[in-house]
């Protein structure tokens, strides 16, 4: 039977527990509060100088030697094409590695080192892919200082993200699922295709997304591989005028990125130019938290949509 100094002593410890309790979500809210006051401080720093440059010249213009005149035409481009060969390289070979890391690949020594090496690879420096693909592809394979190194440097980048993120969605799965689908005659592959991918696509498609949020604002390995600072031309359009309508000769075109074209401008020291690498900043991080925000509405669609 507890005694009222047990009691005593029960409730003072339930105070104090609820006193750190309270103590740490401060601290969290804090941090919290420290950090997106920090960015709203440099979105709004950058919406001040920027702003005002942003009309239809800015988005249609070539970089110039006169800051008024300058624009992000040439870079903008490059930067949606860099993105559509690393969407193509990265999606398809990340999906399926992990699909087969996940679904097919014998558990032993072997596959936990490949996937001990792709959980490390995420955190390898940008730097590192950069020089890589500059004696890779650049060089060895012959691609050159083009768009497809560009992009296949990028695709290197994103694809243990994407290959992580695919095989957590995988897991996310419940048991139940494979063997209600064993249970009724359906093999692997039919269990993969028409259950496991479907069920897992939410979370395939978020880490997909936050990849490339994350390529787009890479400049690193764009600059290793050779990309260029100032151009004032736009690559072939992939689109042709005969059939079958497709135009190769971009992916060999040289090119630049947004990241590139604002380091390009904050390194002069005109004041014009300054105002010009804000408004490309505010530009580039507009794009980034709308690839994030689509990322969190498509996950939050698709997850309402199944049906478990």
Known sequence: MATPEKIAEIRRLIVKAKRFDLMFAALGVLALSIGILTLVALIVNMAIDGVPRLNIEFFTSFPSRKAANAG???????SMLVMLVTALAAIPLGIAAAIYLEEYAAKNWVTAIIEINISNLAGVPSIVYGLLALGVFVYALGFGQSILSAGLTLALLILPVVIVATREAIRSIPVGIREGAYGVGATKWQVTADHIVPYSMPG??????IGLARAIGE?????????LTFIAFLPPSPVGPEFPFLNFDWLKSAFTVMPIQ???????PEEAFQKNAAAAGLVLVVMTLS??????????????????
Do not use: E
């Not at 992000?72 to 490059?78: H, T």
């Not at 395939?204 to 997304?209: K, Q, R, S």
């Not at 400049?219 to 990309?227: D, K, R």
């Not at 604002?262 to 002069?268: E, G, K, L, P, V």
């Open 72 to 78: 992000i035409l040439s870079a903008w481009v490059g």
């Open 204 to 209: 395939i498609l978020t880490g997909v997304i």
């Open 219 to 227: 400049t690193a390995p764009i600059i290793t591989i050779g990309a």
């Open 262 to 268: 604002m380091f390009n401008w904050t390194s002069r």
């Open 291 to 308: 690839m994030n925000a689509f990322a969190i509405w498509l996950r939050y669609r698709l997850r309402k949509s199944l049906k478990w």
